[in-house]
């Protein structure tokens, strides 16, 4: 099978959302030559894409130590402080710097004046900027269209990585094992030609977002399964915290909605929960009723939903919104419409859905993880900023924080790789008979691990409940290594590969943690 030419960078990023596209930005403006890759056919596609509700700043009553203790509640006091105090000391200059004036992104205003900042649950002030709810697609347009016109930028689509590539494993030369283990790049696929290249970078970024499509239910696009988890752990560095998933109390309830997510904001603008009888809840849970954090609002949910037995609950906007709801929610208006749901005049049915990962590749101020030059950054990593649960809206920040500092931090100490020969470095293998891809079984397989994991490590676990997914999940993980090894490679066989890594490590972290704080939640 011949090989794709390899590539030599200075830095490879893995993944365009916000986090990737603003390390890429920050490294190729400081000189270097970046290889930004990215597995979908439309760069754009990304958890950042989907975002809402908006990206957290200061307000105007504000203060960085207002931001610091609402983001330790949420997380449950089990926070990095050195990462909450970083976010809230600079975050709002990279909004400023970044957001408003290279990038124009044009949010919206309560004025012509003054910008319009929206309440969300677990904030005490309203900081939160918004292009009305389409943020993050806004924002991840105009990176995109600002790295195709940065000259030292390469961006390839449709280009998945299949594995970090690391000395000593990936090297022939046996002295490599008394050095320190090191990331010289990955090994990619190019989903067009189906042939794996090796790119060789001084410097790799994981940017591949979360984890959330390895559950039923989720609010992430479908591509969403958690590579850069997989690939970091098989590579060696240190994955922390991946019991904490979180899920997100309301995404649309309906066959084709596909997880459609109703935001944070619905609620924080005044909307209620209620039972499908039309009785609301939230005050008999937590005294900040339907504002109290989105994981004890989800349970109290799920708690509803098993009472009386009925697949959704109801989030009434209508009765309580005090603004033109049309305006104020275009999409989730247009969207719930296309599914035959007015929200000016009824009702959204909703359910919880797995929506971000709090844990990930540790890493610390600058992105740097355990592993010699691979760096980190937003839902991939794990700063320790959101502790046991996330505060709404802090993660797109994270992602720009961590990923300007990691453009940063590679620019300022860069130090080009000296020490491997790529002539020594194993080019990918294909068995020499290859099985062509069943997709019934790779369909089945992925509804295995997604039942499983939402039944069993899902918003409520049990010893019993993890034990059960940990044995299943180790014998399918079995039967999916066998395949790989043997099938034809592709897409689909990568994903699931990666796939199921992710579920193990997130079901052994629960399984290792008695311990209920913030999304790991354990019932005796
Ligand atoms: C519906 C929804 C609404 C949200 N609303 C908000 C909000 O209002 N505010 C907020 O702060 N957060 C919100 N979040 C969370 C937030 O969007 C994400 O945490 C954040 O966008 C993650 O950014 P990222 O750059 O780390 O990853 P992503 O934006 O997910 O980007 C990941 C990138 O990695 C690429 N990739 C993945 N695997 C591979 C691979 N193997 N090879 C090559 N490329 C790969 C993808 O193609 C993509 O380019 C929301 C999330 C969802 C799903």
Redesign the pocket.
Known sequence: MPEEKSLLTDVLI???????ASAALKAAKSGLKVVV????AK?E????Y???????SLGYDDHPELLKEDIMESGDGINNPAAVELLSTEGKKEVDEILIKELRIPFSRSSPDSLDYAQEAGHSRRRILHVQDT??KTIEERFIDRLKAEPNVTLLAD???VDLLTVPHHSKNPVFYYKEPQCIGAYVLDNQTNLVKRIFASYTIL????C?AVYLYT??PR??IG??YAMAYRGGARIVNMEYIQFHPTSLFHRDADGF?I?ETVRGEGARLKTRGGRTFMENYNEKKELAPRDEVTRAIYEEMTNSNSAYVLLDLVSYAKFDIKKRFPNIYKTCLKYGIDITKEPIPVVPAA??SCGGVLVDEWGRSSLNNLYA????SCTGLHGANRL??????E?LVWGTRAGKHIADNFDPIVSYDASEIHKWYYPEKEEEVDPALINQDWISIRSTMWNYAGIIRTQKRLERAKADLDYLHHRIMKFYKEARMDAKVVDLK?GIQVALLITNAALSNPVSHGAHYLKN
Do not use: F, M
């Open positions: 893995i993944g365009c959302g916000i986090a990737g890759i990215t597995k979908n760069p596609e990304s958890n950042t989907y975002a809402q509700g908006g990206i957290v943020t993050g280009h998945r990585a940017a591949t977002g979360g959330g609010s992430n591509g969403a590579d850069g997510l935001s929506h971000y950054v937003g839902e991939v709404a809206s802090t993660s797109l920040l992602g990666h």
